[in-house]
């Protein structure tokens, strides 16, 4: 298979807190789009940063977006505007809480409204966003906030990102009507100790997530991130426990090629 032809994913942040050598949630797809931003600054070098087109959000919780301040200044003067790309309640709290001229510059109007660094772009929900050969469908899954899931495809080929959600259906709904879906990227935050956390604050468990595989689509695997890094060694325990051949955890610094 030629890299043209097959979707590219690199895991730059599987982790959904911070610490030295965990960093939080950044994907980035063929090279030039990330989905979320959660470590675009520390993960890749400034030439690499600059050569981002988009990124595409699964919604605006602070592990998803810190480094897009930080992603925005160093682009600042490139000919071309940076792309945000979600459903619009995602781009709306970007809007009021972080390009607000308080908490960060209103980057669309610098250097100057005409020459912007960021532009939003909204999408609809279930329609598909094209970046370049790469398409991104967005499906509301269910977390504290207005969030998102993504199918991801290239040519014929598909994987599934669920965003921060606990059980949900509408995703799994939508994963069983692709033909050729290679993985599934689900969420695990926090180990079975911390359930009520979990269930108040939308996440998963090790335990939410065996019985959530049951709606999947059959023998695709399951690529889990987005761990809260004190839990880890708790949550790798539990899955380990679950022995379920379909499940790994996510590591940083990992490429797959679909
Ligand atoms: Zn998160
Ligand atoms: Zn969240």
Redesign the pocket.
């Known amino acids: 298979m030629s890299p043209r032809s097959s979707l590219a994913i690199r895991v730059l942040g599987p982790y959904?807190g911070a610490a030295p050598g965990y960093r939080m949630?950044t994907f980035l797809v063929d090279g030039k789009t990330a989905l979320d931003a959660g470590a675009l600054t520390e993960a890749l070098p400034i030439a690499a940063q600059r050569r981002i087109r988009c990124i595409v959000l699964t919604h605006a919780?602070f592990?998803?977006i810190a480094s897009l301040p930080f992603l925005i200044e160093n682009l600042y003067g490139r000919g071309r505007p940076l792309d945000l790309v979600a459903p619009a309640p995602v781009l709306a709290a970007l809007s009021r809480h972080v390009l607000n001229d308080v908490t960060w510059p209103d980057f669309r109007r610098l250097p100057s409204p005409r020459r912007p660094t960021v532009r939003l772009r909204p999408i609809a929900e279930n329609r598909s966003f094209r970046a370049g050969s790469v398409t991104f469908t967005p499906i509301a899954v269910d977390h504290v906030v207005p969030a998102y899931g993504y199918i991801i495809a290239k040519r014929g080929r598909a994987v599934v990102f669920s965003g921060?959600t606990g059980p949900t259906r509408r995703l799994w709904a939508a994963a069983s009507r692709i033909r050729n879906l290679r993985a599934i990227f689900l969420e695990l935050s926090f180990s079975d100790a911390q359930a009520e956390v979990a269930r108040a604050s939308r996440h998963m468990t090790p335990r939410l997530i065996a019985e959530e595989i049951s709606k999947t689509p059959p023998r695709v695997p399951i690529y889990l991130y987005?761990m809260k890094p004190p839990s880890l060694a708790r949550i790798r325990r539990e899955v380990e426990a679950l022995g379920e051949p379909r499940l790994r955890l996510l590591d940083s610094e990992r490429s797959f090629r679909f």
């Open positions: 959904g949630t919780h592990d998803h921060d987005h």
